[in-house]
């Protein structure tokens, strides 16, 4: 069994290999049809351009590693298949249920080792290749001030911010309003400011030309002051956040970044589903093994077409059906973990389906 297993490995890497290599070799031409025009009128040096699609690399892993898991599975137990050798297999008592005891564990931990790969080293490539793509090729709008934010600070606080300059720790046109409770507001104090700046070795926020407006009953009690400070919970480096694109942060980051949004007062519905979508991608690899190799087990006179078609077909209906579930979650008509993984979830139930009704 244990001669067996590593042989039916070494098929399934060969195949895995050179899948994951042709399909980055296809992304890397594709994407070079489009942008080279781009560095050449940008004048960008040779060095950068390779540096370009080296950190572009691991994005590039993190999509085609499950379909590369889907056509080892496919090809690889298919043409065993094809040649009968599975049959001897199954002949000398090594079922499919053996086999899927091989191939699972090891595509279950490669779904553990993509996590980690896209979860922390994937977005920090991305900085890099969003770095080039800003410097070289202007695709993207350049760091500059944010405008109109708005935070719930604490349950009883809000803070407003017209304009905040990350650079500079600046913002501009600040109102603070404390309520007596959450549940009930009732204004109780409110200070305007024209200036606030972020003090980062104090770690507090101090505010100038304030005005403070206290409101006890039918009375306002309004008092200035040319400075003050204020220990918010809100920091600079939440604001920074904004500044950044998601696909740039590691999903601890992300998680964060969610969270300074809804504490904003802004819907966060998609960038939550596409937050437990990067949970559910990785485990791909776990999904389309225990699906592909109950189909391929099964003799097909049209061969190895067959095989080619029927990953095509599944590449197209696994990524289609993950893009209309996030864009569902994005309308809040699923909660938003069930919508980043409703895919693996109906996938898997059809796996378990296919391995349990094809003949072992």
Not at 62 to 77: D, N
């Amino acid at each position: 069994m244990r001669i067996v297993g590593l042989y039916l490995l070494r098929q399934l890497g060969l195949v895995f290999a050179f899948a994951i290599g042709a399909l980055c070799i296809i992304f890397v031409v594709v994407n070079a049809i489009e942008k080279l025009d781009d560095f050449l009128d940008s004048a960008t040096p040779a060095s950068v351009i390779l540096e370009y699609y080296v950190v572009f690399l691991p994005e590039m892993l993190k999509y085609v590693t499950p379909v590369a898991t889907l056509l080892a599975c496919l090809f690889g137990i298919g043409r065993l298949t094809q040649r009968h050798e599975l049959t001897a297999m199954k002949a000398a008592g090594i079922g499919l249920r053996n086999i899927l005891a091989i191939v699972l564990p090891v595509a279950l931990c490669l779904s553990l080792l993509q996590f980690l790969f896209n979860g922390w080293v994937v977005p920090k490539a991305t900085e890099r290749k969003l770095a080039i793509e800003r410097r070289y090729l202007q695709q993207l709008a350049l760091q500059g001030p944010l405008f109109n934010l708005y935070f719930r600070d604490a349950p009883q606080r809000t803070v407003v911010l017209q304009r905040y300059d990350p650079e500079q720790r600046q913002a501009a046109i600040v109102l603070i309003e404390e309520y007596r409770t959450a549940n009930a507001p009732h204004l109780l104090r409110r200070w305007e400011a024209q200036q606030m700046f972020w003090d980062s070795l104090r770690q507090v926020w101090r505010a100038r030309q304030v005005i403070e407006r206290t409101y006890e009953g039918d009375q306002v009690r309004v008092r200035s002051f040319p400075e003050r400070d204020f220990a918010l919970r809100l920091r600079h480096e939440h604001l920074l956040q904004l500044q950044r694109s998601p696909a740039e942060m590691p999903l601890p980051e992300l998680r964060r970044f969610i969270a300074t949004l809804r504490a904003g007062g802004q819907d966060v519905y998609a960038l939550e589903t596409n937050y437990f979508a990067e949970f559910a991608l990785p485990f791909a690899h776990f999904v389309v093994a225990l699906f592909a190799v109950p189909l391929a087990s099964v003799y097909r006179r049209s061969g190895l077409a067959a095989q080619f078609s029927a990953a095509a077909v599944i590449v197209f209906v696994y990524m289609v059906f993950a893009r209309v579930s996030q864009i569902v979650g994005a309308t809040a008509l699923l909660p938003a973990p069930l919508a980043g993984w409703s895919a693996n979830i109906v996938f898997l139930v059809a796996g378990v389906i296919t391995a349990w009704r094809t003949r072992t």
